[in-house]
């Protein structure tokens, strides 16, 4: 039976980049999943939500297949996610999933698994928020987690669901690094959808987790340097409990920006700029780049010259990468798929004084509406 | 020079300095160390840290578990040299971080230097210089923070992994061989003709709390407040 003890454990740079790959025609539940058939993880725990549902379902075939060592489906996001914060600490590889309610449901203990350092994988399968009831595509629940201290890289299409979740492992667990990431792609538009991905071979896979050159201790009980545990309530009633918590809370931040350099290598960069050299920029992540990148083409028809920034990171923001791209900028769009536009207030604190373009303030969907090419170009050009 | 101008100097810096890797402080490579903020080699790092070490008050070493149990193959070889290192250092302490969890109702600052009150320990001792290893890099981070917040002492790290920031001084993926590069560099500041502060009281000093149990006293934690 194939298996991840019949996989050949590679360098991350190997797998993402040296290794010789071939094409599927697949979904992105399906690339996700064959990522995690690569990644070496050692426990997979979810509790189903739609979009999500399909890639732990195939998740929960590689368990069958040998290429995790333990999954379950736990009782609720609020237990799946606790769960995988005991799994962190005791050392293994794991991974989660949820869209949109889910991830709300666990939200408190989404944002306590930077402050334990808990290298994790979550992929988010982003979707309507609730109420009222709906399943379709929107990624409000992004916002959310741009102040959780999460690691966020937010996929544009399957293969970077693919090499994300693969390179998510491997910034995770740098001891510098030590945080969770979480990999967003946009619900149906990637999960659902079928496209071309190109993978390295499944006989490979990542080394796995060596936990014990993390930032923190493993709760291990067989080893006496770390069997203390750690974490311990900072709550007693002085300056210098308020002052480790406040040092506690910048190390997350410096750890953010410790994570750059293995975000950049790791998945090339924060950001891909496509003409730089234009006036007219859009400014976009997730799905809204690929269809930026059709606008674009259609601009080009038209004889008009139009950049694209393609933010892959979000937290941590490209910001000096956004600033030198942009610095030529007259004008800046920002398609999103959600109501209240985080990314444009990401663009515009980043750039406020560093930049004299005029920030338009859309164009945006949401609530399952998908977004026109036709759209995009009316936003670019209606100043004209 | 990372392209910055941001200096990591000795505080006290007040209430709650940023942490240097939000002010674009970078970590060092290896072969390379960090200097008050800055990429200097090793060689020269190593230079830094032996000079702070015999000219400033009360120089104490803080080891931390990864050096103080014999846990994984190397490590006692490491602490063999963090010793060796605290003997040609006059007048140096040791002072351990075994724990990270809180002590309550109070730490005894001549005992342990716990994270969540590593000031209590600086000024107690009055010390101004001081080494840690073998401590957890997120421990050894906020410990470093809250040093150079309310506190003068000069921090150097020499660090198993990528090294940090906020400490005055930082080796990063330091073995034996770079604690023993240490004690070298150390050696020929004094065959240079340095004087050590404590020229004259040679040796490892033991505070209060170790007297007392070198002597085979039943030692008891200080009286709560």
């Known amino acids: 039976m194939a298996n991840t003890v019949n996989q050949r454990v590679v360098t991350p740079e190997h797998l993402l980049f040296e290794a010789p790959r071939t094409k599927a025609f697949i979904t992105g539940s399906e690339a996700a999943s064959e990522a995690v058939r690569r990644a070496n993880v050692d426990i997979a725990i979810a509790y189903p939500i739609t979009p999500q549902s399909e890639t732990m379902e195939r998740i929960g075939n590689l368990f ?31 991974m989660t999933a949820s869209s949109g309610p889910g991830l709300m449901r666990g939200l408190e203990t989404i944002a306590s698994w930077p402050g334990h350092r808990l290298p994790l994988v979550f992929l988010i399968m982003c979707r309507v928020i ?35 979740t693969l390179a998510g492992f491997a910034i995770s667990e740098k001891c510098e690094v030590t945080l969770p990431v979480a990999v967003a792609v946009d619900g149906f538009f990637v999960t659902h959808a079928r496209a071309w991905v190109e993978m390295p071979s499944a006989e490979l896979k990542l080394p796995p987790r060596d936990c014990y050159s993390e930032a923190v201790p493993m709760i291990d009980n067989e080893n006496p340097p770390v069997r203390i545990a750690r974490d311990a309530p900072i709550q007693k009633s002085n300056f210098i409990s308020y002052q480790m918590h406040a040092a506690w809370q910048q190390e997350i931040h410096a750890a953010h920006e410790r994570s750059r350099k293995w975000v950049s290598r790791y998945i090339n960069g924060l950001v891909e700029v496509v ?8 400014v976009a992540s997730g799905s809204a780049v690929s269809q930026s990148r059709e606008a674009l083409r259609q601009a080009e ?35 999103e798929f959600n109501c209240p536009g985080w ?6 604190a980043t750039l406020y004084g560093h930049s004299e373009a005029k920030i338009a303030d859309g164009p945006r969907v949401y609530g399952g509406i998908t977004m026109p090419t036709e759209l995009i170009l009316e936003w670019l050009f209606k100043s004209e | 020079m990372n392209g910055n101008e941001y200096r990591v100097k000795p505080g006290p810096e007040g209430l709650l300095p ?26 020269d790092t190593l230079r830094v840290m032996a000079r702070e070490l015999l000219t400033r008050q009360n120089p104490t070493i803080f080891p931390g578990p990864l050096v103080l149990w014999a846990w994984r193959e190397g490590v006692a070889d490491k602490a063999a040299s963090v010793l060796e290192l605290a003997n040609e250092i006059p007048g140096v302490r040791i002072i351990p ?57 000069y921090t150097i790290t020499l ?26 560099a150390i050696r020929k500041l004094k065959r240079e003709g340095l004087r050590p502060r404590y020229a004259d009281t040679p040796g490892i000093q033991l505070t209060a709390a170790q007297e007392a149990l070198s002597q085979g006293l039943v030692w008891q934690p200080a009286p709560v407040a």
């Open chain 2, 97 to 153: 971080m075994p724990d990270y969890r809180p002590i309550y109702p109070k730490i005894d600052p001549e005992a342990v230097i716990n994270p969540c009150h590593p000031n209590l320990t600086i000024w107690h001792n009055k010390i101004e210089v001081c080494v840690f290893i073998g401590v957890h890099c997120h421990f050894a981070n906020i410990t470093l923070k809250m040093i150079r917040a309310g506190t003068n002492c």
């Open chain 2, 159 to 184: 660090c198993h992994a990528a090294g940090h920031e906020d400490s005055m001084a930082s080796l990063p993926f330091a073995d034996a061989n770079q604690v023993r590069a240490l004690t070298a």
């Open chain 1, 130 to 164: 609730n109420a009222p009831l709906s399943i379709q595509p929107d990624n409000l629940e992004l916002d959310y987690m741009l102040t959780s201290g999460n690691i966020l890289l937010h996929g544009e299409n399957q293969q970077d669901f693919f090499d994300y």
């Open chain 2, 18 to 43: 940023p942490a240097a890797a939000c002010c674009g402080v970078i970590l060092p490579e290896k072969g390379q160390g960090l200097v008050e903020g800055a990429l200097k080699s090793e060689n």
């Open chain 1, 275 to 282: 003409n730089p050299e234009a006036e007219t920029l859009i």
């Open chain 1, 64 to 94: 069958a297949e040998g290429y995790i060592r333990d999954y379950y489906r736990a009782e609720d996001e609020v237990g799946a996610f606790s769960a995988i914060s005991g799994a962190s600490r005791t050392g293994v590889r794991c």
């Open chain 1, 343 to 348: 990314l444009n207030r990401e663009v515009r």
């Open chain 1, 301 to 335: 028809e038209m004889g008009k010259k139009v950049g694209l920034i393609k933010v892959k990171s979000l937290r941590p923001f490209p910001t000096a990468e956004l600033r030198a791209a942009c610095r030529h900028a007259k004008r800046i769009i920002v398609p």
